[in-house]
């Protein structure tokens, strides 16, 4: 499976999964111009999207839906409390209503909804999988719930939000509603509780970690990386940024490099390899 993220912080989300031919869009968050610069750069024909699943209403998630789905005639996948919240008009041909935890096929892909807490009339992230690969994208998260918990012991590669830093937003300009709205159990994840939910409910089978959804004004790359990195020495640790898309990964790419290490270890362990002394 090939993923990235063309786009995730406050400002605009848009993160594209794709398993040979069939591929899927989760947000349109940035205008339809952006999306295809982006896609153009890491090599995505935007022609190739087969669906866009809609996680809610905010505008950082919906700001491109409508040109970008009518240009490539796109069917797009929302809950009825996001639809109706959103106010889009898009074209009845191309909506599909769906519950928050339905699953939808789309060629080889199987999505699942994941009904989730946040400031939204229906909102929901998604579980994309293939049937042997599960790649979770898991932001916009008030509090963490049981659906949240379950599918992160499901996935190989986590897109997890980390919205603000605690410190960051006390001490900044935002008004006392606005610091309340985001941390209110409704809102957003700090970088310390996704970090206490990564510790708590990451599986084995965990890859490759990715974080997102980063506030422009009450966090920084650098924090998120800070707080991450010590606990991620066996897996790919990638930050997601608000201006510019992340490289196209591969997952093949981890899960040979993770049968290698088994490969040599067990070598060593044979006693078939033996590494110099420093």
Request: hydrophobic content about 35%; charged content about 25%.
């Amino acid at each position: 499976m090939r993923y990235c993220a063309l786009a995730s912080g406050s400002n605009g989300n848009c993160y594209y999964i794709a398993e040979g031919k069939d591929a899927v869009l989760i947000d349109i968050g940035i205008n339809t111009k952006h999306v295809e610069q982006r896609m153009a750069n890491v090599g995505i024909d935007p022609a190739s999207v087969k669906a866009i699943f809609i996680t809610h209403e905010h505008t950082d998630h919906i700001r491109g839906v409508t040109v970008f789905c009518k240009r490539y005639q796109i069917p797009v996948y929302m809950t009825a409390g996001s639809y109706r919240g959103s106010r889009l008009k898009l074209p009845e041909n191309l909506v599909r209503i769906i519950r928050g935890d339905d699953e939808i096929a789309v060629g080889s892909l199987t999505i699942r909804g994941i009904p989730k807490y946040h400031d939204a009339q229906e909102p929901c992230s998604f579980l994309v999988s293939n049937g042997d690969i599960n790649i979770g994208v898991l932001t916009d998260i008030g509090r963490i719930c049981d659906n949240i918990k379950h599918a992160i012991r499901q996935v190989d590669i986590l897109l997890l939000e980390a919205n603000y830093d605690e410190e960051l937003l006390d001490t900044g300009s935002y008004p006392f509603f606005l610091k309340n709205r985001i941390r209110n159990g409704w809102g957003h994840l700090s970088n310390r509780m996704a970090l206490e939910t990564f510790l708590e409910y990451r599986t084995p089978r965990l890859q490759h970690l990715i974080l997102g959804h980063l506030s422009g004004q009450n966090n920084k790359v650098e924090l998120v990386q800070q707080a991450f990195s010590l606990y991620c020495k066996d897996i790919r640790l990638s930050v997601a940024t608000r201006r510019q898309e992340t490289e196209l990964f591969d997952s093949q790419f981890f899960f040979v490099e993770k049968h290698e290490k088994h490969f040599v270890h067990q070598l060593c362990y044979q006693g078939t390899i033996v590494f110099p002394e420093s």
